[in-house]
């Protein structure tokens, strides 16, 4: 195994290994450590892949073109939120409460940080699915930890976003195995075929964007996709977790806000499109005009509302809908992709490190401190449709699966139970054993004659 | 015919004799017990080990036992029963530590050691049967065996649960022993056979085949927890907790879709089936079962009922697998007898960890639980993921066969089943974690009075963490052969071989 | 041999009291190795038929002994052996010097009904049998115990007499009582209907068919739980045998009517029994109308007629008896313990007798029908036979009886395992009552393991060839 490889598995990997406590104790200054095999990969790698067909499905991690970038940004990132981690560690008063908090906070960042690396070396649907997977939650996980019930609802928030966009990834991901397999939706089926075609699916980038260009679930798979991250990254209008999350988070989440879930968001789509290579005319459209409507929106809101606080939301949305517009004429006009696509990732590059920089000049400015809680008191916060549209959700399922079912279910036991325990039916099984003692011998009589009359007649 | 015409009997035997020997055991002997059933559970896993090498490498293992005439009972290793056989072995060795653990100091443990071990023996018999009466046999000795162990604690719910049990169970396994019986006077034959056995009734008994599967599935769901059959489940949860995470990972809950898949496959055979036109019903039934268990589960206060009703919906994964009839959902639905009941069994323990540790048994209770037992929730974690399919674990190795098999069966509407019910064990596993890790306690936990500030006792520590390690394992190293994945694939293949 | 043998111990008991003990231990040994002789000398020759005094058929007593008869004998040994080691340590000597002479009495009645081979020994020993078993009922004293004997001397009596009637009706038409001469000389008249019903309704009363099993419930009940076993598992069978007998090879019958009520007033006990069981609140009449509903089954195979469906009644028969007596020793046992066998609170002496409670266990496995057991195997065969003549009806009923059957058993299990406090010091059982009943329990289980054993035993002189052939001759034409 080469430098390289060993690097590349080691990237993600340390990262995951340090989120165990008990590991992370022996480890000083860890959250540098962790950093380091992303530093040590982006100064000594050339282009390499590794193949971990054992893995999962089957995954794969390389080092390819644009990573030297990517993880740039990523050093660029990490290492000041590293710095305020270390801060806030620093300052700790000592007391168990906090004490666990800070390890809990540890922990999520270091595993969000090996989701996140993850996600930028992945180079197939399932590795990268995975590893944001990874990443959302712990992020989830740093978010709300040891934080009050504003950042509490923040959190929750995310999370609804972050499983129906898991959930839409999912399919997307299926849709691909099917297409890149031409795996025959119910047509004569040749069971071997499709069971070796499942082991041996390859869902790299390239396979899968190559193979959706002529594939008939193109447009499912579009769609499925670019929802499923607009969800992720808080496209306008389905950008309710950001303002929320903005305003809640401390300051080495805060930091990573733009930079962790936005341009993985990002990211995503711009790996697990086809963008160059088809050309989806209506679809680009629409999408063009979403994005210049989120542009609209946000430049408004800005006018409107002038709080230094809401900023980085606005930012976010603008940027994401310049991002927006772009992606709308990649599919509109393939071409155009094609000859400046690899802007995409610096625009990336440049938006997260942005957003980060202006996160942290906004906290500083507020009460010059990166590492406080103090600012985050809880303030009325208007309820949004969100949560009430999930709260009926719920509400509605408790009373089909609450009461409904086991009511009718009760009711009809009770029916039963009392049929079964009306006296009439004791009286009448007594009375019926009585009487068979009582007249025995006319029994016996008529039983006699009954064999009789079937033996004489029916036989005889 | 085999060369190895013990090893089957053996198998059986390691179970079987241990719990004999240790109802005679006097309640005091506890290192005996703890001696006997733990050389017990390791030799059994080294015959599987030894049976699943042999059976890779083309060995037959079968035994044949004079039983009835024109019906024997057969005993036989093959691919399918490997697969249950590993899962059921491993997992007894690991409940045993627990359960040691657990009972310590309780009383009547003679007994229930006693019928542990016999229902562990009644399982692997599900597993081997040759043929459909000695699956039956097994299967109502399962229900016998099981019985004394729901209804252990003596208390009147106890009993309440196990008359509930019995009502089912029994009325089960009548409607499977007229199933069978009707099936034989058809056929003459009960072998399993790869395929099917009873293609050459086709054209002229449709409706009699039709009316057995029937009875055969109604038997078989009534253990497997299908919907309209299924409230055994949830009360049976009175049992102690390692009773409960055999249950329903491994014992009884699985001897029901394991025997749905046998009448499918080597009963039916899968071209029967579909030409039968039954599959479609069963996985609709199936499907209902997954969405109402989830529904069901949301909104249970009690840590062990929710997990029940969890239960309930991800067992019908299997059958739903099956149903679909398609190889590659059948992958799906063969992993996850697996898969499920690795993760199933982390959470039980972890349940049964907090009630026995802190005497929590309410999900409202749970409240920074994570903070005075870190690993049971570290361990209960993973398990939650792995149900709600996030990758790399175990679930999501399942759900992703099943939703390929779905769209390669021409059945999408399965597609949407499985994102509800992900969608909904998010929404009741998540408030779970959320409630663990993040709130604050609501008072002190009681402080630990073990070695090195551990959590709680080694045997009640270790297997949930054994356990989730493998549900991790499981997903991550999917591919790799002998892997259960890669084994389901090897059986499909046997079932659809060209 | 087998005959003389309990008459001679009889005897003896009589004659020396105090010994009696050893003296009935002694012969019962005698009479079930003799009966594993026979097992042998059998399984050389085949059939046996055997002139006492040589005189030969029409005049003298023929013995004859096949598969079947072969069956009854030592399934009586075994349950006959098991209760005089129960009865030895459960019985006080005063009773026990009444209660050898009439069991070695049952017991050569049973022996020579199970051997003879004319209708008139049937009588005698059919005759004897009830007497000698009324006579045990009586044993326990007290008015309940009196009054069901009573009421059982004159079923008895009656089913005797009903017997006799269609005997005198048979000897006059054809001379002889002889069954194998019958058998030949056997023709069509109302005269022979009508003695077949007569002698039908007789053996039915004797074993307590529905609706005629009025007299059963008390009579069981009330007996000493040795007394109990015994007529539960042995002398209703008796009556049953003789029946079977006279269906096989007297009556063949060409037409289904008959064996559909007989069908039908079994399939009426399998419910009703099970109905009653279950709403008993006292363990030894659950146990009693259990065994009510379990005769029905025997009958099931009447309509059914095939050589399948007889293994299958005799199957369960024999499984029933060794459950049976095993569940009724163990019901004694609790009873003896806790001083009541009220079943709602049984739970603290059944925490007390674990072995007992095991028996009850393994003989209800049986009785339900669970695999693997004696009773199992029956019901399978049983079904199946339903199964193969395309008559699902029987098979129903059969598969409600079972489930009526897990419910009443399982209504006395389920409290075994309550916690409960001890509250009050019971009298000691002894250890080998409770393994009386637990063998006898697992012999129940056992012959679910040896069938093919057994049913290859059943086949020699293939006394059920007869009934089918000719049902299929009625069915030809």
Redesign the interface.
């Known amino acids: 195994m080469t430098i390289t490889e060993s690097l590349l598995l080691l990237t993600p990997g340390l990262p995951l290994l340090l989120a165990a ?1 008990w590991l992370r104790r022996v480890v000083p200054r860890f959250e540098y450590v962790a950093i380091l095999p992303a530093l040590l990969l982006l100064i000594f790698a050339e282009q390499t892949r590794v193949d971990l ?6 995954s794969g991690i390389g080092f390819v073109e644009q990573t030297p970038l990517l993880l740039s940004m990523a050093l660029l990132l990490w290492l000041p939120a590293a710095f305020s981690l270390s801060v806030r560690l620093q300052r700790s008063d000592g007391s168990l409460s906090s004490e ?1 908090t800070n390890r ?1 906070y540890s922990t999520f960042f270091l595993l969000t940080l090996s989701g996140y690396l993850g996600t930028i070396l992945a180079m197939d649907v ?1 590795g990268f ?2 590893f944001s ?1 990874l990443m959302g ?1 712990s992020f989830y ?1 740093l978010l ?4 009050n019930s504003n950042r ?1 609802r923040a959190g929750r928030v995310y ?1 609804y976003f972050i ?2 966009a ?2 839409l990834l ?2 997307a ?3 691909a ?2 297409a890149t397999g031409n ?4 047509a004569v ?4 075929l ?2 070796n075609m ?2 041996d699916v390859n869902l790299n980038f390239e396979v899968v964007r190559a193979a959706l260009i002529s594939s008939s679930h193109n447009v499912t798979y579009l769609s499925l996709v670019i929802i499923g991250f607009a969800l992720k990254a808080g496209f306008w209008p389905l950008y309710f977790w950001l303002p929320m999350t903005f305003r809640a988070a401390t300051p080495p989440a805060a930091l990573l806000i733009g930079g962790v879930p936005v341009a993985i968001a990002l990211l995503g789509l711009v790996r697990w499109l086809p963008l160059g290579d088809i050309t989806l005319p209506l679809a680009g459209m629409i999408i063009q005009f979403s994005g210049a409507a989120a542009i609209l929106f946000s430049l408004l809101y800005a006018l409107i509302l002038r709080e230094l606080k809401t900023l980085p939301t606005q930012l976010t949305l603008l940027t994401t809908g310049l991002f927006t517009v772009a992606l709308g004429v990649g599919l509109s006009k393939p071409d155009l992709w094609q000859q400046y696509g690899h802007l995409a990732y610096f625009y990336i590059v440049f938006m997260s490190l942005a957003l980060a920089l202006l996160t942290a000049v906004i906290a500083w400015r507020q009460d010059g401190n990166l590492s406080t809680d103090k600012s985050m008191e809880p303030t009325e916060v208007r309820v949004m449709w969100i949560e009430h549209v999930s709260e009926m959700i ?1 509400r509605r ?2 009373a ?3 009461e409904t ?1 086991p009511r009718l ?1 009760a009711s009809s036991l009770a029916t039963a139970q009392n049929y079964l325990h009306v006296p009439v039916w ?1 009286k009448a ?2 009375n019926a ?1 009585l009487i ?2 009582r007249w ?2 006319a ?2 009589l008529l ?2 004659l ?3 009359f ?3 007649v ?3 | 015919m085999s060369e190895y015409f013990e090893l089957p009997l053996l198998i059986l035997a390691s179970s079987m004799i241990p719990g004999l020997i240790i109802f005679m055991l006097p309640e005091e002997a506890v290192r005996t017990r703890i001696a006997l059933n733990m050389s017990g559970a390791l030799i059994k896993v080294m015959l599987v080990g030894f049976v699943i090498w042999g059976v890779s490498n083309g060995q037959q293992y079968e035994t044949r036992l004079p039983f009835l005439p024109g019906l024997d009972l057969v005993l036989k290793a093959d691919a399918l029963s490997i697969l249950f056989i590993t899962l059921s072995t491993v997992l007894w060795l690991v409940t045993t530590v627990y359960a040691i653990g657990y009972l310590e100091n309780s009383p009547h443990r003679s007994r229930f050691f006693g019928f542990f071990s016999l229902c562990v023996t009644a399982t692997v018999g599900i597993a081997l049967a040759g043929n459909l009466i000695t699956f039956v046999l097994f299967y109502e000795l399962l229900t016998l065996t099981t019985y004394p162990l729901i209804v252990h604690r003596g208390t009147e719910e106890a009993r309440q649960a196990g008359r509930t049990y019995l009502i089912h169970t029994m009325f089960g396994g009548a409607l499977l022993l007229l199933g069978t019986v009707w099936l034989y006077s058809l056929t003459g034959t009960l072998e399993f056979t790869q395929r099917g056995f009873v293609s050459g009734l086709l054209p002229d008994h449709d409706n009699s085949l039709i009316i057995i599967f029937v009875l055969l599935i109604a038997g078989l769901g009534v253990k497997a927890a299908l919907v309209p059959l299924h409230s055994w489940l949830p009360r049976a949860m009175v049992a102690p907790a390692p009773v409960s995470a055999l249950l329903h990972a491994v014992a009884v809950v699985k001897a029901g879709a394991f025997g749905i898949v046998r009448v499918i496959y080597d009963v039916y055979g899968i071209e029967v089936a579909s030409t039968l036109g039954v599959t479609l019903p069963l996985a609709i039934v199936a499907a209902i079962t997954v969405i109402y268990g989830s529904v069901r589960a949301l909104f249970q206060d009690d840590l062990k009922r929710r997990l029940a009703f969890s239960t309930i919906s991800q067992v019908s994964y299997i059958t739903l697998g099956i149903a679909v009839a398609g190889p590659i959902a059948t992958i799906g639905g063969l992993v996850h007898l697996v898969h499920q009941g690795m993760m199933k069994i982390t959470l039980f323990f972890c349940a049964g960890n907090l009630a026995e540790t802190l005497g929590i048994h309410k999900v409202s209770e749970m409240d920074g639980v994570g903070r005075r037992m870190p690993l049971t929730m570290a361990a209960f974690t993973l398990g939650a993921f792995g149900m709600m399919g996030a990758p790399p674990l175990a679930g999501f190795v399942s759900k992703w066969y099943l939703g390929l098999g779905a769209l390669d069966a021409g059945q999408d509407w399965v597609i949407f089943i499985l994102a509800g019910s992900s969608l909904l064990n998010a929404m009741y596993f998540l408030p779970i974690l959320h409630r663990a890790w993040f709130r604050e306690p609501m008072h002190e936990w009681p402080a630990t009075h073990y070695l090195w500030r551990r959590e709680t006792a080694w045997a009640l520590l270790l297997p949930p963490l054994f356990t989730a390690f493998l549900s991790l394992l499981l997903g991550l190293l999917a591919s790799l052969p002998y892997s259960p994945l890669e084994w389901a694939r090897f059986i499909t293949s046997l079932q659809y071989a060209l | 041999m087998l005959i003389v043998l309990p008459l001679i111990g009889t005897l003896l008991c009589f004659l020396l009291p105090r010994q009696v003990k050893a003296l009935g231990l002694m012969t019962a040994l005698a009479i079930a190795a003799s009966a594993v002789a026979l097992l042998w000398q059998l399984l050389q020759q085949g059939a046996m038929r055997y002139s006492v005094g040589g005189w030969g058929a029409p005049l003298g007593i023929d013995l004859y002994a096949d598969g079947l008869s072969l069956l009854m004998l030592l399934i009586t040994a075994t349950v006959g052996l098991a209760i005089s080691i129960y009865a030895n340590a459960a019985f006080k000597l005063d009773k026990l010097v009444h209660f050898w002479p009439l069991w070695l009495l049952l017991w050569t009645a049973l022996n020579a009904l199970f051997l003879s081979a004319d209708l008139f020994n049937l009588y005698v020993s059919l005759e004897l049998l009830g007497l000698s078993a009324v006579a045990l009922v009586a044993l326990a004293g007290g008015s309940a115990a009196l009054g069901a004997a009573m009421r059982y001397l004159l079923v008895s009596l009656l089913g005797s007499m009903l017997y006799l009637l269609g005997l005198a009706l048979l000897y006059h038409s054809f001379a002889s009582v002889d069954i194998a001469i019958l058998a030949q000389r056997m023709e069509s008249t109302p005269a022979v209907w009508a003695a077949m019903a007569l002698m039908t309704v007789g053996l039915l009363l004797k074993t307590a068919l529905f609706p005629l099993h009025f007299w059963l419930p008390p009579a069981h009940a009330n007996a000493p739980a040795a007394v109990s076993a015994l007529l539960s598992a042995l002398v209703v069978k008796g009556s049953f045998y003789i029946l079977l007998r006279l269906w096989l090879e007297v009556f063949p019958l060409s037409h289904a009517a008959p064996g559909q009520l007989l069908g039908l007033l079994g399939a009426a006990a399998i419910l009703w029994g099970g109905v009653q069981a279950l709403r008993q609140t006292r363990l030894k009449m659950l146990i009693a109308y259990s065994t009510v509903s379990q005769l029905g089954y025997l009958f099931i195979a009447f309509p059914l007629a095939t050589t399948m469906a007889w293994k299958g009644a005799m199957y369960l028969l024999l499984s029933h008896a060794l459950a049976k007596s095993a569940m009724f020793l163990a019901a004694g046992n609790l009873l003896l313990f806790g001083g009541h066998d009220r079943i709602t609170q049984l739970d603290r002496v059944a925490q007390r007798l674990p072995l007992t409670l095991a028996a009850f266990a393994l003989a209800g496995v049986s009785i339900i029908g669970l695999p693997i057991s004696g009773g199992f195997i029956g019901k399978w065969l049983l079904l199946t036979a339903a199964m193969q003549s395309g008559e699902w009806g029987w098979a129903v009923v059969m598969i409600l009886g079972s489930l009526l059957a897990a419910a009443y058993i399982f209504k006395v299990i389920g409290y075994a395992f309550t916690q409960a406090e001890v509250t009050h010091e019971a009298c000691e059982v002894s250890k080998t009552m409770g393994a009386t009943a637990f063998v006898l329990a697992l012999a129940a289980i056992v012959l679910g393991l040896i069938a093919p054993w057994l049913l290859a035993l059943m086949d020699i002189a293939e006394p059920f060839a007869m009934s089918s052939a000719a049902l299929n001759a009625g069915a030809a034409a």
């Open positions: 406590p067909p054992w893995l999962l499905l089957g666990i809990r399932v699915f995975t997977t939650y996980g709300i930890n040891g934080g509490k999370l499983i129906a898991d959930l999912f399919e991901a299926l849709i195995v099917v795996l025959s939706f119910s089926r040749d069971a071997n499709s069971i499942v082991r719920v399922i408790r089909m699966g609450m079912l279910r004791k099984l007594q054993e068979l003692q025995s011998f029994i016996t039983v006699l009954g064999v009789i079937v033996l004489v029916m036989v005889g």
